[in-house]
């Protein structure tokens, strides 16, 4: 997920091309990177994908799969210490060629070096690979009229050829054609003048033996039947039922999602093998549907069998898609990025040391194999010093601290189960946009997202036109969880609360989550006089709040004295807010002048990065 033009379809293009194999989707000359319009592609790297596939634990791949694979297969160091992990590494790629001075593709197999794999029929290898993870990829326009074609469809067609009409109903149901296409056709004797005046195209031709010719209403076979099939909808009860076609373009939408369900469901054993995993590129599948169609879809296309890898523009479709299968994608100087948030970190390490008796000691927090650390959680300073100091002398030392210094500061982003649990339920259900958004602002409450629109407004940086999501974190989690959230996907954020107690608890919590004082420091800052109200007062609004407050029906504001008026203001905040929002607007000196952090803020986050 992401905005547009950030590399998602990109991403499902990749896949495609990889997994079609030879004869499948192919490359073009648009699909090399330049860096500027001067770039020459033939200069470039070209287009390199990697597809790896492996076991979980030892064991899981059947001896079908290993047998047919073959050669291609590789063990890798994985599970318990001496055993070993099947994996198959594919290899796409699209470069210039001299010699033929075009681009060619080419595909091969790694081995655990990374090396081509010399030897074997790499298109049967492809060929059996392919059968395993065969890849259908459903683009964000889906037209009912070709995927519910008998002529072009690839489900739908393949469906309907495979229906078995028992030979004894086929032989009864031809004579049932003929009858009834002789009493139609007897049925109005213009049938048989257009049959006599037509007949002429026969007697036209030379030919030893005269020819006949006859009008067909009724099918001619079970598969001219068949081939007819059509989809009726009708969407409520004592409505006239509707052929598919003539149906929304959300109702024909899904109707293709659930064409390939059914196409799985009845056609990928016979078509494959009794393993054969389906991989789903599915493109906006929320296209033409309402939220809580939306919504209720992800469950259905969850439930799909195989890998789905889903490109979606809607905050409403992620509500329900767990934070961690998440992937963010962003267009960042130049290069797309690809954001998430693991459970777990790993590098490539040589075994040292007491590396054995560190793991074993560290309550579940490492575990290794052969050749890899992993660090469940956040590698906390203590365990961190241990496997420094346990590196050794006789091992490239260097090296080996820069892989650590990588592992630590990966896990330092991590964001532990229960707290992703809370911004599932709190966050991302009421606030998935801000997923999409180029930078955050984090406030305490909905009187400051209020006001804060406002300012944007009347200086000339709206927020929704530039990407900036403003966060109520008050009413939506904890603050710091959105800060290590932000820092996790690297989404660029600032935050103005409240110079009061529950303010600067927030910023301390901020910097105990691991990020560094500078840049809380440089992210954080606190209305100077106080709370917001207080600010408002300090800055000279105190007239326009108290007739704000006299024409929202409190009697006597006008007379109230600053005490009084707080006290008001605290009662009234989504209600002043929102006068206090309309006359920012209408007059914009309020926003250059007043308000300071929520202004100095606001032009921070426009060159935030």
Known sequence: ?????????????????????????????????????????????????????????????????????????????????????YSVN???????????????????????????????????????????????????????????????????????????IPPDLESEAMKIFGALNNKLLAADDRFGDIVNTLDNTIKVTTRDTDGSLD???APMNTWDLISRTEILLQNESEVPW??????????????????????????????????????????????????????????????????????????????????????????IDGETKIHSLPPNYTVEIPEFGEFDSIVENSDGLLSNTPGTLTVHGNLDDQTYRKLQKNIGIDQDRTDLETKLGELKEKSSKHIKDEELYKLETMAQRTRGEIFFANRWLLVEGQSDYIIAHAISYALNYDFDR????????????????????????????????????????????????????EEVNNRCCLHNSGDLEQQLVHDGLGLELRNILNNLGITN??????????????????DYARELATHIKDNPQIAREKITAFKTAIEKLQDLS
């Open 466 to 517: 530039y990407g900036v999501t403003v966060i109520d974190c008050k009413n939506n989690g904890n603050p710091a969880t959105f800060a290590a959230l932000a820092r996790a996907l690297e989404i660029p954020w600032l935050a103005v609360f409240d110079n009061d107690e529950a303010g600067k608890k927030y910023i301390q919590a901020i910097e105990n989550r691991g990020i560094p004082n």
């Open 90 to 164: 594919l290899r796409v790629q699209y470069n210039w060629n001299e010699n033929s001075e075009s681009f060619e593709p080419s595909w091969d197999f790694l081995d655990i070096n990374n090396e081509s794999l010399s030897g074997g029929n790499l298109r049967s290898n492809l060929e059996n690979y392919r059968s395993f993870l065969p890849i259908f990829y459903l683009e964000a326009l889906r037209d009912v009229r070709n995927e519910f074609s008998s002529r072009s469809s690839k489900f739908w067609k393949r469906l309907l050829k495979d229906m078995n």
């Open 1 to 85: 997920m992401g905005p547009n033009n950030a590399g998602k379809t990109a991403i499902l293009d990749a896949l495609r091309i990889a997994l079609g194999g030879r004869g499948g989707a192919v490359f073009n000359e648009y699909d090399i990177h330049l860096h500027n319009e001067n770039d020459n592609p033939k200069d470039s790297e070209g287009v390199c994908i990697e597809i790896i596939s492996k076991e979980k634990m030892p064991g899981e791949w059947s001896e079908e799969i290993i047998g047919t694979l073959g050669d291609t297969i590789q063990q890798i160091p994985g599970g318990e210490r001496g055993s070993f992990l």
């Open 242 to 331: 509707l052929p598919l076609r003539r149906q929304g373009q959300g109702i024909q939408s899904l109707s293709v999602i659930f064409l390939f369900q059914a196409f799985v469901n009845h056609l990928l054993r016979e078509l494959y093998h009794e393993e054969s995993v389906p991989v789903l590129a599915l493109e906006e599948p929320e296209t033409h549907l309402h939220p809580h169609a939306i919504r209720t879809l992800f469950h259905h296309v969850n439930s799909l069998r195989g890998l789905k890898v889903i490109a979606t523009h809607s905050a409403y479709f992620i509500q329900h898609v767990p934070l961690r299968d998440i992937r963010l994608i962003r267009f």
């Open 557 to 574: 504001a006008t007379n109230f004295d600053d005490e009084g008026l707080l006290d008001c203001l605290a009662k009234k905040k989504m």
């Open 215 to 217: 009008l067909r209403i």
